[in-house]
Nanobody, 126 residues
Framework: QVHLVESGGGLVQAGGSLRLSCAASGRSDTIHTMGWFRQAPGKVREFVDAITWSGAPIYYTSSVKGRFTISRDNAKNTMYLQMNSLEPGDTAVYFC???????????????????WGQGTQVTVFS
């Protein structure tokens, strides 16, 4: 079992920055990849970015390339999402998730993730 807790969400003006954190506890040794997803009201959950947990980091295609940066600190069992140049369209609940394996096509599908955090709200106002 893996327990995930997000933090760092909040209210920010457009153009501002936030850094989300996701702390993993429990059987973190079973994690292959961790990812960030977001869900805006009335919309489906959207893949944001992911990073492998051990070995060389592999960064997946990000829907917010150039503005968001994913990173990890294995010593702290924590993943981060640095979000810069935020736009009102980034407003959503952000979830972190952990997958024990990925498909041959990558790890962007929510169904591949076994564990989810409770989510943290990010609101960007103009």
């Amino acid at each position: 079992q893996v327990h995930l807790v997000e933090s760092g969400g909040g209210l920010v003006q457009a153009g501002g920055s936030l850094r989300l954190s996701c702390a993993a506890s429990g059987r973190s040794d079973t994690i292959h990849t961790m990812g960030w997803f977001r869900q805006a009201p009335g919309k489906v959950r959207e893949f944001v970015d992911a990073i492998t947990w051990s070995g060389a980091p592999i960064y997946y295609t990000s829907s917010v390339k150039g503005r968001f940066t994913i990173s990890r600190d294995n010593a702290k069992n924590t993943m981060y999402l640095q979000m810069n140049s935020l736009e009102p369209g980034d407003t959503a609940v952000y979830f972190c998730a952990a997958a024990s394996r990925c498909s041959d096509f990558g790890c962007s599908a929510a169904i591949l993730y076994d564990y989810w955090g409770q989510g943290t709200q990010v609101t960007v106002f103009s």
